[in-house]
T-cell receptor
Framework: GNSVTQMEGPVTLSEEAFLTINCTYTATGYPSLFWYVQYPGEGLQLLLKATKADDKGSNKGFEATYRKETTSFHLEKGSVQVSDSAVYFCALTGRGDKIIFGKGTRLHILP | SAVISQKPSRDICQRGTSLTIQCQVDSQVTMMFWYRQQPGQSLTLIATANQGSEATYESGFVIDKFPISRPNLTFSTLTVSNMSPEDSSIYLC????????????FGPGTRLTVL
């Protein structure tokens, strides 16, 4: 079945550092891929998405590229801020299938 | 995108009692879901709330413990029955955009603590 594997946290970085959170997936067909973010004490918000191979999703300075050849959807940001501290979830959904979440990666940004 | 509200936002309950969580959406949606997020964990799907019929439960979740109502296309409730400390979690309602990409939108969650 479909599955998502993302790097375990917590990830701790200094402000303005470069961020990568790895995400790989297993799926049949051509799933849509998502990154969700959960800020402390809040629910999940969709951060970005990509729906076909080579698509790049971007939002709030974050980017992720749908790589079918490596079945990956790594999240990147060039210069993180303290306000980016949150838990990030990689997810996928196939047409007609339930959404599948990774286990989440907690990110701490130090001032 | 759909705007989803949940009530209550948090509660502290005694063992053996029940709590009903409400989820309200600002537009009519076909698919509504209830998730549980245990401390430090990812989301686990409890059930799909079906309008006009019984909810569809995932493995490990039963109707007697988590009864769900879905009286219309904008509203659903989840009850956590006969609570124990192991039920302490965040409970999230979500809806699906049944467009091409099956994107899901989430409510802010209900943080439940059972003593």
């Amino acid at each position: 079945g479909n599955s998502v594997t993302q790097m375990e946290g917590p990830v701790t970085l200094s402000e303005e550092a470069f961020l990568t959170i790895n995400c790989t997936y297993t799926a049949t067909g051509y799933p849509s891929l998502f990154w969700y973010v959960q800020y402390p004490g809040e629910g999940l918000q969709l951060l970005l998405k990509a729906t076909k191979a080579d698509d790049k999703g971007s939002n709030k300075g974050f980017e992720a590229t749908y790589r079918k050849e490596t079945t990956s959807f790594h999240l990147e940001k060039g210069s993180v801020q303290v306000s980016d501290s949150a838990v990030y979830f990689c997810a996928l959904t196939g047409r007609g299938d339930k959404i599948i979440f990774g286990k989440g990666t907690r990110l701490h940004i130090l001032p | 995108s759909a705007v989803i509200s949940q009530k209550p936002s948090r509660d502290i309950c005694q063992r053996g009692t029940s709590l009903t969580i409400q989820c309200q959406v600002d537009s009519q949606v076909t698919m509504m879901f209830w998730y549980r997020q245990q401390p430090g964990q990812s989301l686990t799907l409890i059930a799909t709330a079906n309008q006009g019929s019984e909810a569809t439960y995932e493995s490990g979740f039963v109707i007697d413990k988590f009864p769900i109502s879905r009286p219309n296309l904008t509203f659903s409730t989840l009850t956590v029955s006969n609570m124990s400390p192991e039920d302490s979690s965040i409970y999230l309602c979500s809806v699906e955009d049944r467009g091409e990409y099956n994107e899901q939108f989430f409510g802010p969650g209900t943080r439940l603590t059972v003593l």
